[in-house]
């Protein structure tokens, strides 16, 4: 071996003995500043509770103080709020009351559609409402009434504008069948 070898493998066995010279030193200071853990007492965290007899004569004592003049717990109504049904089972056989009923989907059917050449490649759907025919892309009004927002080769997705309900028209089929993706406002 050179002797540059000979003093670079000193240095370096000098250096991994301070490191481990280092080591134990840290480590006997550990445990020298770590606390030992002594049994603690049971009795050491407990608190002293007294207990507090009620005032039992609050019982016997008048309303007259603690009058309130309203119910909390019924909003915004009237003060003699009488209900106009008393029991479930008047409100089932009440003939007046019914459940809201659904919205009436529009007599559409969904011809087809029209996919133009390169290269714009716009599709186009085809719908009949009432015998009449109408030709729109996405984002077009079709009569004044119906946005349309999706055109695929099997549906048509349409946005009727009177109430902002958002369905789907299956191809060929009658509006009978058409779903209803979004009830609207």
């Known amino acids: ?8 493998l000193q240095i370096l066995i000098l250096l991994a003995g301070l490191l481990c010279v280092s080591f134990f030193w840290n480590r006997s200071e550990l445990r020298q500043t770590v606390p030992a853990v002594s049994p603690k007492k049971p009795d050491a965290f407990v608190s002293v509770q007294t207990d507090e007899v009620p005032q039992l004569s609050l019982l016997n004592k008048a309303p007259s103080s603690l009058q309130v003049k309203r119910n909390i717990f019924r909003f915004h109504e009237a003060q003699n709020y009488v209900p106009a049904i008393e029991s479930p089972l008047e409100f089932a056989n009440n ?8 919205p009436e989907i529009p007599d559409l059917r969904y ?27 996405v ?3 079709l009569a004044d009434k119906y946005e349309v927002l999706r055109v695929n080769d099997d549906f048509v ?10 369905i789907r ?3 060929g089929n009658v509006s009978g069948t058409a779903v209803v993706v979004n009830p609207g406002n």
């Open 157 to 166: 997705v349409l946005k009727i504008l009177a109430d902002n309900r958002v």
């Open 1 to 8: 071996m050179r002797d540059s070898e000979k003093t670079k």
């Open 95 to 102: 003939p007046k009351i019914a459940p809201p009923a659904a």
């Open 111 to 137: 011809l087809g559609f029209y996919q133009e050449k390169k290269p714009s490649k716009v599709k186009l759907a085809a719908i009949s409402n009432g015998g009449k025919i109408y030709v729109g892309g």
């Open 169 to 171: 028209f299956s191809l």
């Open 139 to 141: 984002g077009d009004v």
